[in-house]
């Protein structure tokens, strides 16, 4: 069946560093993937979307890197803040239905002062 | 701009209760809605979906249902409570090529 998973449940970094956020999927028919945010006793939060035929595309301060040969997808945060402090998700389709995507347990991402 | 209200955001019920959380989207038209539940320090789970009014589709069997009896009003329910309905509950909005817009959530605890 398909599956995501996040590499590491938690990842802390130094104020000003930059994070890398990664993420495996197993469902090689995936086309479309998104990385959500989600701050404590919210709901997640879209951060940025990439589809199969990119493999990579830059936000404001983040970027997402999609590998799918070795069906490996990244969330790059450039000069993290301690606002970027959260659990990200990542969730993979294999169609345009966003709604039907199947995510990953989270990355808990601290960032120290 | 489109917006997404979820209420309550925190609820205690006691076992064999009834449940009904509501949801309701402004700003778009025959928008796709679901039903996420979340258990702690876990992914998300989908619970139903409905493509428009009157169209529900289950993912999991469970004590849980959805209806949609307007467009962007969509409504979670249980008959009885299960102490294993416990759990944060999100509803959320799509449309075509778009991710998702997820409410802030109910916090449910059976007791």
């Known amino acids: 069946g398909e599956s995501v998973g996040l590499h590491l449940p938690t990842l802390s970094v130094q104020e000003g560093d930059n994070s890398i956020i990664n993420c495996a999927y197993s469902?090689?028919?995936?086309?479309?993937f998104i990385w959500y945010k989600q701050e404590s006793g919210k709901g997640p939060q879209f951060i940025i979307d990439i589809r199969s035929n990119m493999d990579k595309r830059q936000g404001q301060r983040v970027t997402v890197l999609l590998n799918k040969t070795v069906k490996h997808l990244s969330l790059q945060i450039a000069a993290t803040q301690p606002g970027d402090s959260a659990v990200y998700f990542c969730a993979e389709t294999p169609n345009t239905n966003a709604g039907k995507s199947t995510f990953g347990d989270g990355t808990t991402l601290t960032v120290k002062p | 701009s489109q917006t997404i209200h979820q209420w309550p955001a925190t609820l205690v019920q006691p076992v064999g209760s009834p449940l009904s959380l509501e949801c309701t989207v402004e700003?778009?038209?025959?928008?796709?809605l679901y039903w996420y539940r979340q258990a702690a320090g876990r992914g998300l789970q989908l619970l139903f979906y409905s493509v428009g009014i009157g169209q529900i589709s289950s993912e999991v069997p469970q004590n849980l249902s959805a209806s949609r009896p307007q467009d962007r009003q969509f409504i979670l329910s249980s008959k009885k409570l299960l102490l294993s309905d416990s759990g944060f509950y999100l509803c959320a909005w799509s449309v075509i090529h778009s991710p998702l817009h997820f409410g802030n959530g109910t916090r449910l605890t059976v007791t």
């Open positions: 469902n090689s028919a995936s086309d479309y």
């Open positions: 700003g778009t038209s025959n928008p796709n």
